[in-house]
């Protein structure tokens, strides 16, 4: 179904066929904007950037590219087009017709599950908000605005489901997602990770890279609920979703390439001498991915989740592309997890396969995230560098699950706390290791130039060249 662009609110579910719901969310709209005033981009409501916008839902061709005001951005309602006589893929009402309303006896989990996700979202732009003043170049600018809007958007598909199918505690929970704040003492953000500051580019691109991706698994695993209207929002919040993972992989690419180009350079790997000329030196990069990838290993709940087995088992959340498992009802299947016994060691332990899919899900998620190590490991051997990059173990640095409060090194083994305090330095970002990246974070907005810690990218935006001027300011 087109997007009507000539409504207040775009959207394609006819949002004036329901009159009450377009009230309800045109009331919702103003506090929306003022909280993009106020906890969005810091600045920039007067820059013209080179933003898409969606203007259809099909996979072919969905976005326009065009000079917008980030406060007029048309932030919208867009659902992926139903597909016909659609069935529940999985669990206990495997074949069933897929449900266009929220089945009474589930309204409450269906109704956390959309908050938690909704709540992710603002809490992203909030956490970025003053990275313009510190942006790397155009380029780097207009990506960082693109990701923001469109987390915005994000924001609007799960207020949209709440408005329209939750009545009035829906509409109370779409309030609370503008009240709640990243990092707030008091009404903080639900999920960890969404409290992390993020405010230096290293960590952004490791955002994106890692945080983000978590993004990804969770909206595939929505797109396949039994519940069609979260199905179809997040199958299309998955299609903008996919260039944010490409701004983190690419960006980390292009500070390997930099530091490479260093180190060739001087002749040396020492990390000293990296950072003296103005790069970012493998150590710093592999302690803030020990830290971004261990927070987001966090962000799939517990190994072990009664929550996680009733979503499956009702139909409200699937596996990521259900569709490649052969056991769609994972009744009677066993899941071998290993875990930290009491004697510091460490047991596997057969449980029901139902309460293991936080699991199931962490480890494709963990697969994922080694494609990228792959590539930026090929960019040392091309250039004839020994050093690689690795990802710590899944055990190593958990806040959440059964190697929550297990002190463990990056490679997994079991240690006492003393000795992990004593080495944490080596593993994760240090106060010195933060100073240093800020210093580096000075603005540079002359079109077509880079910081010195970054490459430039291979491409432009859109078939455009680098140098053009992605955000007029
Ligand atoms: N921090 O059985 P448990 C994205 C809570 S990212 C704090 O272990 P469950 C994006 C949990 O909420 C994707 N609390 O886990 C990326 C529960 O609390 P309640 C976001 C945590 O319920 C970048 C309790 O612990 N979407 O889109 O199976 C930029 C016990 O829960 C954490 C979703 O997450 C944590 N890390 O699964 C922008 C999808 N982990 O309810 C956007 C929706 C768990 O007892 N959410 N807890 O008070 C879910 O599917 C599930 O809620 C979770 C947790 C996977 C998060």
Known sequence: ?????????PNN???????TLQRALEHWQPKFLQWWQTMGPSDFAAADIYLRTAVGVDAAG????GEVRMPDYRWGIFLADAEPARTVGFGDHMGEAAWQQVPGEYRSPLRRLIVTQGDTEPASVEQQRLLGHSCPSLYDLRNLFQINVEEGRHLWAMVYLLHAYFGRDGREEAEELLERHSGDADKPRILGTFNEPVTDWLSFFMFTYFTDRDGKYQLKSLAESAFDPLARTTRFMLTEEAHHMFVGETGLSRVIKRALEVMTELGTDDPAAVRNAGAIDLPTFQRYLNFWFSSSLD???SEVSSNAASSFATGLKGRPDESQYDDHRCVDVAFELAQPDRARGIKTESIPLRNAMNEVLRTSYVRDCELGLKRWNRQFERAGMGQRLALPSPRFHRAIGV???????PEGAIIDESEFRRREGEWLPTAADRTF???LMRQVIAPGKMAGWIAPPERGINSL???YEYVRL
């Open 1 to 9: 179904m087109a997007i009507n662009y000539n409504e207040k609110i």
């Open 13 to 19: 579910v006819n949002l004036t066929d329901d009159r």
């Open 62 to 65: 969905w976005a326009s590219y």
């Open 299 to 301: 962000l799939f709940g």
């Open 403 to 409: 190697w929550a409060g297990v002190h463990c090194d």
């Open 437 to 439: 990246v800020k210093s």
């Open 465 to 467: 060249p680098i140098e």
